[in-house]
Structure formats: C-alpha cells, structure tokens
C-alpha cells in the first residue's frame, strides 16, 4: 500500500508549525548527536549560502517533519537527525521553525540523514501504514522517509561501525547508492560527497560523518579554517625569518671579504 498526503483535498485550518509540538519529550540518545549534527550544517553553509544567494533553505537538526495529522499531534511527526530543504524560507512569518509541516509547504527536503544509536533496525524499518477498521500498524521509518516524505537522498551513518549507508530516491523508491573511489557518497545537486573522517572534533576522536567538494577536499569548518589560516600565516612568517637570516648571513660573508654590501 503506498501512502501519501491528499495536498488537494486536505481540510483548511489544519495546524502549522507554531501550533504542533516542537518535541515528543524523548532524550538525545547519545553526546554524539549534536556535535555531529554542529559539524555538518557549520562545514556546508558555505556550500548552501552560495547556491542560494537569497538566503532561501532550512536545516532541521532533531526536528520533527510532519507528515500527518494524528492524535497525539507529536505521533504524526519524524524527527531526523539532520536534515536540508532547499527553495524554503528559514523563517515562517518571522518566526524561527518549530519543525517541518508537509500540508503546509509541499517542499521534499533534499537530503535526510539519521545516527544510528541502536542496531539500526529503527532507520531500516520498511513496514509499512496499514488501516483496518479504527486499527492500524505504525509504520517503519524507512517506510515513512520512502512513501510520504520523499527525500532525494536519505543516510544512515553508524559511528560504531564506522559507516555511512545511502540511498537515492528514483522512481519513489530508495536505492542504495554505490561508494566512489574515494569511498564517498556524491550528492550532484549540492556539488559535494558524503563520508567517513576519522580525527578530533570537539574533544571527541571519532569516525565522523563528514563532507567533501567533487574534487575530494575536505570541507572545513570556520574554526578549521582559521587553524588552516594561521597556520599558513606562521609557516609565511617563518619563511620570512629564514630569508631574512640567510640574507643576514650573505652580508656578513661579504664584509669579512672587504665588500661592503649595498642594501
């Protein structure tokens, strides 16, 4: 049974999202989360601010997407832990986003990324919303990012395995996408590739998910790219003294030979 929301039959009134819970009252799974989460919205804005000049996308970082209208209202949401929808005001109203309505806006986010905490079965979850009577299944999370919300692309990264599994919808069917040589995940409308960094971030030394150009270069975030800044400004200077102490040295060679140099 495939599943999805009636945009043209859809009653007025239904709630946006100012009037939907912005949190099912459920803890971060793990310290990871954020720091992982920081790591990559810090390391492509600069990719996102160039590709829309006019400041027109969103990232939802454990925000809910809601995708259907249920009682309690927090049921009827999937909360991601990483997500981007271009072409969509960051503001509604001059409001900072509660979370993501479909009904509302119609906008599939691009990419959807999930951090596995448990076994992975949760992200894999293909069962699918079937109605009997009043009764009904809950529907599989895989299943729900399939049928009803449509990324482009949907990750499922498990930093205990150190891995990144992605999938590409065609055809309103996810494929699993193949790794390059680089062992990288290319996501073409963003010019950048998905994949596992191993190295220090915020005191944590970890296989992080991470982002790199079409070309392989690692995307930096604004602290790496002061470090890689001054670390270039101190290797500059330091190539200055060393010409300076070997030009030192010349003169001095010269004035033990009776030359008094010129400067």
């Known amino acids: 049974m495939k599943f999805s ?3 043209e039959n859809n009653p007025t009134g239904w709630p946006d999202h100012t009037q939907l819970p912005e949190s099912d009252g459920t803890f ?5 989360e954020h720091p ?3 790591l990559l919205t810090d390391s492509i804005t600069s990719i996102l601010e160039r590709i829309h000049a006019d400041g027109n996308y969103c990232i939802g970082q454990d925000c809910g997407i809601y995708w259907r209208l249920t009682e309690p209202l927090e049921k009827g949401a999937e909360a991601p832990d990483w997500f981007y929808v271009p072409n969509v005001p960051p503001t509604l109203d001059g409001q900072l986003r509660r979370s993501y309505v479909m009904w509302k806006e119609f906008v599939s986010p691009l990419i959807l990324l999930e951090f596995v905490s448990g076994n992975g ?23 729900i990012y399939e049928n009803v919300i449509h990324p482009a692309f949907y ?9 990144v599994e992605v999938y590409h919808l065609i055809e309103d ?4 996408v193949a790794a390059n040589d680089r062992g990288h995940y290319p996501i073409p409308q963003l010019g950048v590739e998905l994949g596992i960094w191993q190295g220090m971030y915020q005191n944590a030394e970890l296989p992080w998910l991470r982002w790199w150009d079409s ?11 002061a470090e890689q800044e001054q670390q270039i400004a101190q290797q500059e200077r330091q190539r200055a003294d060393r010409a300076e102490q070997e030009l030192e040295q010349l003169r001095a ?8 140099p010129e400067l």
Not at 125 to 140: F, I, V
Not at 253 to 260: D, F, H, V
């Open 36 to 38: 992982q989460s920081i």
């Open 28 to 32: 971060v799974k793990n310290f990871q």
């Open 215 to 225: 070309q392989g270069n690692l995307l930096l975030t604004g602290s790496e790219r």
């Open 121 to 143: 079965t949760e992200e894999r979850d293909r069962t699918p919303l079937l109605r009997s009577g009043k009764q009904e299944t809950k529907a599989g999370k895989f299943w």
């Open 155 to 163: 990750g499922i990264y498990e930093v205990s395995k150190a891995s």
């Open 5 to 7: 929301l009636d945009v």
């Open 173 to 176: 069917r996810f494929e699993l």
């Open 253 to 260: 060679q010269l004035r033990s030979a009776g030359i008094e």
